[in-house]
């Protein structure tokens, strides 16, 4: 299971070709993910699955939430944007959805363990990668309205999918800081 583990990589756009994965491959990670641990299984995520023909929907929001903001628009970032359907297979919106029964940190520790989780659960399919990405207007306002979120809601990110050519599973490590007593 650790060499497993220690061959988890993240795949990132300019390396996707295209290629849709099946919807039961997302349907794994879903299903990975729920058996991360979580105290008193609150299962403080939920999720908003954009399939290969919701794409442009996804990236013209996210590309309008950009061009609203009022900073000077970077072209390359836009041509990013409207690379999704492309170059993507799936996004999943990774949405914090707090039960206020734990401890806030507690939560998003099992929101993290669940997305380690669907990265996992797709390291198993040789054809595809995909990456955990934090940018992308997420949780703007824009956003969070285009993803109905609710006020105690958080949008913590995508999952991006897509497939792949070369899957690279090589990877340095720093050695752990553990102070053994």
């Not at 995909?130 to 285009?146: H, L, Q």
Request: hydrophobic share 40%; proline share 4%; net charge neutral.
């Amino acid at each position: 299971m650790l060499a497993f583990i220690k061959e988890r990589r993240s795949h990132f756009l300019r390396e996707f070709n295209g290629k849709k994965a099946s919807d039961s491959i997302i349907q794994e990670m879903l299903e990975a993910s729920i058996w991360a641990p979580s105290h008193r299984l609150t299962l403080p995520f939920r999720y908003e699955v954009f399939p290969p023909n919701q794409l442009g929907y996804l990236s013209s929001a996210i590309e309008s939430s950009y061009r609203k903001k009022g900073v000077d628009v970077d072209p390359l970032k836009i041509e990013k944007i409207q690379s999704f359907s492309d170059k993507l297979s799936h996004v999943i919106a990774i949405i914090f959805k707090p039960s206020g029964k734990v401890p806030e940190w507690e939560e998003y520790a099992s929101l993290g363990a669940a997305v380690q989780n669907m990265y996992l659960q797709l390291s198993s399919h040789e054809k595809y990668g995909g990456y955990w990405t934090t940018g992308n207007e997420i949780n703007s306002v824009i956003m969070r309205e285009f993803l109905q979120l609710e006020d105690s809601e958080v949008h913590c990110g995508y999952f991006f999918i897509g497939g792949i050519d070369n899957k690279r599973t090589k990877a340095a490590r720093p050695a752990v800081d553990v102070n053994w007593r």
